[in-house]
Nanobody, 126 residues
Framework: QVQLVESGGGLVQTGDSLRLSCAAS????????WGWFRQTPGKERECVAA????????YYADAVKGRFAIFKDNVKNTVDLQMNSLKPEDTAVYYC???????????????????WGQGTQVTVSS
């Protein structure tokens, strides 16, 4: 069984940076695809960044492109989301997710993922 735990959320001001970390336990996840999603009340969960199973292909939502970066640390068995130049509209609960499907793809749809973290709140004040 895979367990994911996010950390690093908090309250920051516009323009600040945060680094979210997703720690995985139960399995070596070096060959898994990863996604970082966010959700606000009344809205669907959206993918902001994704990483393919091969660890090379990356996706970023237009709203975060150039400001967020997803990367994997195989030694620590974490997948991190570096968030720079944060804006109030980045305020949300952020979730990490992972799956393994045997293809060097990334995935943008929530139901594609098999394992989820509990979420971490990010609040950006203006």
């Amino acid at each position: 069984q895979v367990q994911l735990v996010e950390s690093g959320g908090g309250l920051v001001q516009t323009g600040d940076s945060l680094r979210l970390s997703c720690a995985a336990s139960g399995r070596n996840l070096s060959d898994y695809a990863w996604g970082w999603f966010r959700q606000t009340p009344g809205k669907e969960r959206e993918c902001v960044a994704a990483l393919s199973e091969g660890g090379v292909k990356r996706y970023y939502a237009d709203a975060v492109k150039g400001r967020f970066a997803i990367f994997k640390d195989n030694v620590k068995n974490t997948v991190d989301l570096q968030m720079n130049s944060l804006k109030p509209e980045d305020t949300a609960v952020y979730y990490c997710a992972t799956t393994q499907r045997g293809r060097d793809y990334y995935y943008l749809v929530p139901h594609t993922y098999d394992y989820w973290g509990q979420g971490t709140q990010v609040t950006v004040s203006s």
